[in-house]
């Protein structure tokens, strides 16, 4: 047993209202910050346990809010979260280990019904505005959520125009490119929706997010370490097609249940976008081709010059 942690993690099961009665604990991965343990009770209830610097307790918080929001509308299947822990010195998040299954022996049936799942959970409408009470994170970036009634200008400043300033700051665009998505954001209204249904998304979809899982003994797909707001619900299509890991049928699915369909193509590029711009000012110059490539798409134009 992880005897350096223990501590600490039978005080989160205490402050959920459980029994400590730990039977095993297994470091799972520990670095960036943050260490991950899988927790097996005497009881034989297995957990999670997230574990940061009390410093960082809003990662935590963000994620406890998240699952908690996505689980409270209903639709989509999540692990189930306890209350966040906040120690002398760490804070832990104790999540629900879900069963997970094989993907590749998943059926087809299973992802449509996750399409058609989704669909539903963005056809739940969320008010009349987009954004989230608090910022949170997207992979290590912050996520800033400020509350605005139109989505081309939260769009403006929140998503792209903060990645971009960002991307500027640290020396990873050219004027060139700078000017590039200066282009995307001042033809945003021509893009993307100013008022489309106000959807909670889960906003990092991608397939390591969602897990083949079996919940209360029915095979469903589970979603992950969301990155919430209120917002257009294709955002969350956006980035399962960025990388792939999904086949087609979630996609049909989702279309066919949707009842918001237009101009999704050009809204699913502005909206990977944002993430090709996260991805380069987390990792680096390696993403800027994806990142003019995707802007010029966005434009209409050529992937090498032109129009």
């Not at 039978?10 to 297994?26: F, K, T, V, Y």
Request: hydrophobic share 40%; with cysteine.
């Amino acid at each position: 047993m992880n005897s350096a942690w223990k501590s600490v993690v039978e005080q989160a099961i205490l402050n959920a209202g459980c029994s400590p009665d730990i039977r095993s604990l297994h470091t799972v991965s520990d670095g960036g910050g943050q260490a991950v343990l899988r927790v097996s009770l005497c009881s034989r209830r297995e957990l999670f346990a997230k574990i940061v610097q009390r410093d960082s307790s809003d990662r935590l918080a963000s994620e406890f809010v998240g699952l908690k929001a996505i689980g409270d509308v209903g639709i989509l299947a999540v692990p189930e979260v306890l209350p966040v822990y906040v120690g002398e010195q760490q804070t832990v998040l104790l999540i629900e280990a879900l069963a997970v299954v094989q993907s590749e022996v998943i059926p087809q049936s299973v992802w449509e019904r996750f399409g058609q799942e989704l669909a539903a959970h963005h056809e739940v409408t969320q008010g009349n505005r987009y954004g989230w009470d608090s910022s949170n994170f997207i992979g290590s970036t912050q996520q800033h959520n400020n509350w605005c009634t139109d989505w081309v200008e939260f769009n403006r400043i929140n998503r792209l125009g903060f990645q971009l300033t960002l991307a500027r700051e640290r020396g990873l665009l050219s004027e060139r490119d700078t000017k590039l998505i200066e282009q995307v954001i001042d033809q945003l209204k021509e893009l993307i929706p100013k008022a489309p249904p106000a959807s909670l998304i889960h906003g990092d979809l991608w397939a390591g997010n969602a897990l083949p899982a079996l919940v209360n003994g029915d095979l469903r797909i589970a979603v992950i370490d969301p990155a919430v707001s209120i917002g257009d619900g294709w955002a969350d299509i956006a980035m399962m097609k960025l990388f792939g890991g999904f086949p087609d049928v979630v996609y049909d699915a989702y279309r066919s249940a949707r009842h918001d369909c237009e101009f999704q193509e050009k809204r699913i590029l502005v909206y990977q976008l944002y993430h090709w711009l996260n991805h380069l000012n987390i990792f680096g110059h390696e993403y800027l081709d994806a990142v003019v490539s995707c802007a010029r798409a966005c434009l209409g134009l050529k992937a090498h010059g032109g129009t």
